[in-house]
């Protein structure tokens, strides 16, 4: 019955390469204990989950050789100059999960992996990149999620998984109540910047200022900003200073006439068509010449609050801020009723932090967080005019 429920190797296309290694999941502390081995990470996670991975991979083993990679390199790229976690390309662009392929999850599962010998199905350029790293043990997680759970120093989402990949004798040596270092560089090779910059110019002017905005995810629609608040929000942004252009994510690309009115949001989108580059490279050139982010926890304020240097601002109705990132200094968060009804604000990871942990968060007594009310934010930020 366990066979027919968590079957090992699931739709393998018997045309791909194969490598056998011993595979891993987060489980019993057996990947704690690896030692002299050259590990594949298998990151099958959004974009927010990689940033928080940058946090881990300093943690792990020093005595190891990582490389983590995904089918679709568009995060991955991340990790490109990263240290000590290498990327590993997949050639392949867009991002999914091997199942159009002929491999779902390189043929694996999850929920069945305890340190045996696997035969792993690698799609794309996975063949070649696995012979020249030369794994001898693999990692793949679902990357739990203990929702505020876990009392510091494992109150944060990645600091729960690092607990369980990186030994306790190892963690004792740590100063976990500082913020956890970030492996990712979070820059861009300077051909890449120019050729983005070339893009940003054909929609913003000389003398805007670009303010991001993220109001939705893809994994839980109750996170999402209302339509009708975000719009609200951009009309009174731009009301209040019409040099700042906003960028948005999941809008309308350049086939909608409405990014040449400067008063509504341009898609991130628009900017990225043509580049030919992968989303993480593009984020990040954008980025390095952004004022400031409004967002829901996703994966573009996550970047942001890792990156630091941009004044940012969270909007929070189903999560708490304290359960995911290490805290920033140019960061507001505004947590909605809807979590502090269900106690989010009591559980462990929102009560126990040192000081050197607390992030800077407002309670707001209405479900919806008002359009003002993040103005005020980010006026408070210094990211524009006070009135």
Do not use: C
Not at 25 to 40: H, S
Not at 144 to 172: C, F, M, N, Q
Not at 301 to 314: E, K, M, Q, S, T
Request: proline share 9%.
């Amino acid at each position: 019955m366990l066979d027919r429920l968590f079957p090992r190797h699931p739709s393998i296309a018997p045309h791909l390469p194969r490598a056998t290694l011993r595979a891993y999941d987060e489980r019993n502390g057996a990947f704690a204990r690896l030692r002299g081995e050259r590990i594949a990470i298998y990151w099958p996670h959004g974009f927010g989950d990689w940033i928080h991975f940058g946090s881990i991979a300093p943690l792990l083993s020093p005595e190891n050789a990582y490389a983590i990679f995904r089918i679709g390199d568009d995060f991955s790229a991340l990790f490109t100059a990263a240290r000590p976690v290498a990327a590993l390309p997949s050639g392949i662009r867009a991002i999914g999960d091997g199942a159009d392929l002929g491999a779902r999850h390189l043929g694996l599962n999850w929920k069945r992996l305890r340190g045996e010998r696997e035969s792993v199905a690698l799609p794309g350029a996975l063949a070649r990149a696995f012979a020249e790293f030369a794994p001898t043990a693999l990692l793949y997680t679902d990357y739990p999620e203990p929702e505020g759970r876990l009392a510091y120093p494992y109150h944060t989402k990645a600091r729960a998984l690092a607990g369980a990949l990186v030994s306790e004798e190892r963690l004792a040596r740590l100063n976990l109540a500082r913020p956890l270092p970030q492996s990712l560089e979070f820059s861009v090779s300077p051909e890449l910047q120019r050729r983005f910059d070339g893009a940003l110019a054909r929609y913003v002017a000389p003398g805007e200022r670009i303010v991001l905005l993220a109001t939705s995810g893809h994994t839980f629609p109750e996170k999402a900003w209302p339509a009708e608040d975000a719009r609200r929000f951009v009309d009174l942004l731009r009301a209040r200073d019409a040099r700042v252009r906003v960028v948005a994510f999941d809008e309308s690309g350049p086939s909608d006439p409405a990014w040449e009115d400067r008063a509504r949001p341009l898609a991130f989108r628009a900017i990225a068509e043509g580049l030919d580059a992968p989303f993480a490279d593009i984020f990040l050139a954008l980025a390095a010449r952004s004022h400031a982010l409004v967002g829901v926890p996703t994966g573009p304020l996550h970047a942001v609050a890792a990156r630091g240097g941009i004044p940012l601002v969270g909007l929070w109705f189903a999560h708490y801020p304290t359960w995911y990132d290490e805290p920033n200094p140019l960061a507001l968060h505004l947590v909605g009723a809807g979590p502090i009804a269900r106690g989010f604000h009591r559980r462990p990871a929102s009560t126990t932090l040192p000081p050197s942990l607390e992030h800077r968060i407002e309670h707001l007594d209405t479900e919806r967080i008002a359009p003002e009310a993040v103005l005020d934010a980010l006026a408070r930020l210094g990211a524009i005019s006070g009135s």
